[in-house]
């Protein structure tokens, strides 16, 4: 909100939010990971489109390519991403390695040289790590294995 109690401020993002957005991408496009240059960066929406009442603010922007932009359309992130399949296959692998005992997950991590550590615990006497839990080796592993590989465990 502003002082005049307009949440949309203006209509698109000022250049310093743009420059902010865009170094938080890694000067890449958020969607396919391209390269892009500053002026060729085009601001996407995470939820809503401007055209369909979302805000433009940087928490809803996005840093995209041309190409990525056009297509993603009046989309909102999600929709987009579900759309190009990409979500759904790393939901199905997680929910594929979810199945897997423990004991498996942490084979599939020695194999792939992927280290997953517990998080710290602060005791009185000491610092301890601890064993890491199902869903860190799954968050770690689901980027890395292969549907066909957890069906082979
Ligand atoms: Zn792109």
């Not at 996407?44 to 041309?66: D, E, F, I, M």
């Not at 359309?73 to 991403?81: E, K, P, R, Y």
């Not at 710290?120 to 064993?131: I, S």
Request: charged share 30%.
């Amino acid at each position: 909100m502003n002082i005049w109690g307009d949440d949309r401020v203006s209509k698109r993002l000022g250049t310093r939010d743009k420059q902010v957005l865009y170094l938080n991408a890694k000067k890449r496009c958020e969607n396919c990971g391209k390269k892009i240059d500053f002026i060729d960066m085009e601001v996407g929406c995470k939820n809503q489109a401007y055209s369909l009442g979302g805000r433009t603010t940087l928490a809803n922007s996005l840093c995209l390519c041309h190409g990525c932009k056009k297509r993603q359309g009046t989309d909102s992130w999600a929709t987009f991403q579900k759309k190009q399949g990409k979500q759904d296959s790393k939901t199905t692998i997680k929910k594929s390695l979810q199945s897997l005992s423990i004991t498996q997950l942490k084979n599939l991590a020695q194999k792939h040289k992927v280290t997953v550590e517990g998080s710290l615990v602060y005791d009185f006497f000491e610092t301890r790590r601890k064993a890491p839990t199902k869903s860190q080796y799954i968050n770690k592993l689901a980027s890395v294995v292969t549907e066909k590989e957890i069906s082979s465990v």
